[in-house]
């Protein structure tokens, strides 16, 4: 994919709330790092209802977008293209701006959990589980059709939720089987827990039903961090991916796709998102 250039060039991540997100100084990182001085990377507060307006007034000199909730299915409209990826969880995180000025979205955030997983020698597993069942958690289930060759168990509060996640297993062509959140414990003796809840959801279980010898855990969470299951987790001795390392993969991916330039400096992203992390 080609972008136009590499002079005075703009991208940004939009989504609401954004005051939060990373992806700035993950970005910005990159750009040093690659010697883009030209380049800049800003946030904007953007909702679903001013999404479309936002777009209209975009000029050549940008780059691409990152997006996050509530922009990933509202986007799709607005593009010329989407990949096979992002087509598979109906959900865009990337745009970027062809030199003949389409607008083509992708999802990092799938190739960026399988990234992440692999980089802590996880290649493949029999079996998985999922706590909860919201939009992170198809993402979830979209990595796990390339790394878990068995079931996948979602551990969900509502029939509705579990509904969800079957017709998402279905989709991926995943085996998945619902339980109910009552149950979550269970989850825990998986030889892959993606944990995809909200800040706190998990504190429970953190407290009594971590186990002795616990294998991998992928919590998603990374402000903030650790959450009270991987301490725990961590504490006995298993394996723990974080939320950072997520971001800085999918984000890896962005900035390769909008600057053309491979491989982005995934060292130098880490680091400034720790560090920015520390900060707060």
Not at 76 to 95: K, Y
Not at 123 to 151: F, H, P
Not at 178 to 206: C, K, M, N
């Amino acid at each position: 994919m080609t972008v136009q250039g590499t002079d005075a060039r703009r991208a940004a991540v939009l989504g609401s709330p954004i005051a939060h997100s990373l992806s700035p100084v993950l970005h910005r990182a990159a750009y040093e790092e690659l010697g883009l001085a030209g380049w800049t990377y800003d946030r904007f507060e953007v909702d679903e209802a001013a999404l479309p307006g936002f777009f209209a007034e975009l000029g050549p000199e940008w780059a691409g977008l990152s997006l996050t909730m509530p922009l990933k299915r509202a986007v799709i409209p607005l593009l010329d293209e989407i990949s096979e990826t992002a087509r598979s969880v109906e959900a865009v995180n990337t745009v970027v701006f062809t030199e003949d000025g389409r607008r083509v979205g992708d999802n990092t955030d799938i190739p960026g959990m399988v990234a992440a997983l692999r980089e802590r020698g996880i290649e493949q597993v029999d079996s998985a589980a999922i706590l909860g069942a919201g939009a992170t958690a198809s993402s979830a289930l979209a990595a796990l059709a390339r790394v878990c060759t068995g079931e996948v168990v979602a551990y969900v509060r509502s029939p509705a939720r579990a509904a969800e996640m079957r017709q998402w297993g279905e989709r991926l062509d995943v085996e998945v089987r619902t339980a109910d959140w009552a149950d979550a414990a269970d989850a825990l003796r998986a030889p892959l827990v993606i944990a995809t809840t909200p800040a706190g959801t998990t504190d429970e279980l953190a407290a009594a039903a971590v186990p002795e010898r616990p294998t991998t855990l992928f919590d998603v969470l990374y402000d903030p961090w650790p959450t009270a299951l991987a301490a725990r987790w961590s504490m006995f001795g298993g394996a723990v991916v974080s939320g950072l390392d997520l971001l800085v993969h999918q984000a890896v991916l962005q900035v390769e796709q909008m600057t053309g330039r491979a491989p982005a400096p995934l060292d130098a992203m880490r680091k400034a998102g720790e560090h920015a992390l520390d900060a707060r």
